[in-house]
């Protein structure tokens, strides 16, 4: 099997949140197709966060796109010049007030390889403490809630955290957590 | 916590696989936001199917956004007056040539509810068996792989399956296979 060859690329669109772009490419087989849509993102980062006590920091908030207020991992974009480890230390920090005892990656996944490039760095933080309060943009209201192990298992089961990019590092930190 | 107000919406761009939105928005503190991109799409359905042996029937394939030939769940497009259960079916026998035995739903996930309001709906099948060969758009080339479950759980570890909508899935599969 082979990779598709990029013949050209063309901007639709270029913007913070939106950049999509048109590639013409050619596939092994000699087709020519000319309006392959791409969007281009940076890379992002989110963590299974832990207190001292065991307790999962998760957060609330609304989400635009599908119109519903979701229960999710702290997430965010990895900023120009930083890691992934100090994108998701600071990401952690800003939603949620807390800073990791030990900060470990779990696993990383494509949003959506088919239309994107970009990453999903997840990270396992332990024995997380609160340090500060709240750093949010004018745009952000983020709850944050702290639940047991059991209370996240039967969310999971009954399909509650319904966000691919936040249930799979979890099912991840299960596995890592019972060793 | 309150959702957002739509004030108005402007598309972009429009096209099958690009459809790209920007809303004016008014967020419960009264903030005015202008430029809220939303990405429009179909929802999505994908399978992790197991032959009669019990292997996991996956699929081999070039994605252009990542740039890489990667291992993945058969999966596809929601089309116009399908079910979600009909529309995987379909992509399982157009891509593998397999029949479901039985065919029961997975869980249902985000993308990314962020940017966009679409799901992916996931199944299990079992007692899959050979019906047919592949028929295949002109764009895609597929190769079929047959894997142990014990494959998969090694390539899962190692981060070798790295799609967020198929890992996800994977991991309910087992739990929902572990009875």
């Known amino acids: 099997m082979e990779k598709w060859k990029l013949i050209s690329s063309k901007y639709i669109h270029k913007a913070p949140w939106a950049t999509l772009r048109k590639d013409t490419v050619e596939l092994p087989s000699g087709l ?4 392959y849509y791409v969007l281009e993102y940076p ?3 989110n963590v299974v966060a832990l207190t001292q006590k065991g307790e999962f920091i998760m957060i609330r908030q609304y989400r635009h796109g599908a119109q519903e207020i979701m229960l999710e991992l702290p997430a965010g974009v990895i900023d120009p010049g ?3 480890k100090e994108a998701v230390a600071r990401e952690l920090l800003e939603e949620t007030g807390y800073s990791a005892g030990s900060l470990e990656p779990l696993c ?3 949003p959506n390889p088919a239309s994107s490039g970009n990453i999903s760095h997840s990270f396992l933080a332990k024995d997380c ?3 500060s309060i709240q750093s949010l943009d004018s745009t952000e209201d983020i709850e944050v809630e702290l639940l047991s192990k059991q209370e996240i298992l039967e969310l999971i089961a009954r399909n509650k955290i319904p966000q691919a990019l936040h249930v799979g590092p979890l099912f ?3 596995k890592t957590l019972e060793g």
Do not use: G, S
């Open 32 to 35: 020519i197709k000319e309006d």
């Open 43 to 45: 890379d992002w980062v």
């Open 82 to 84: 930083e890691t992934p």
């Open 108 to 110: 990383q996944l494509y």
């Open 129 to 131: 403490f609160k340090t």
């Open 172 to 174: 991840y930190a299960f």
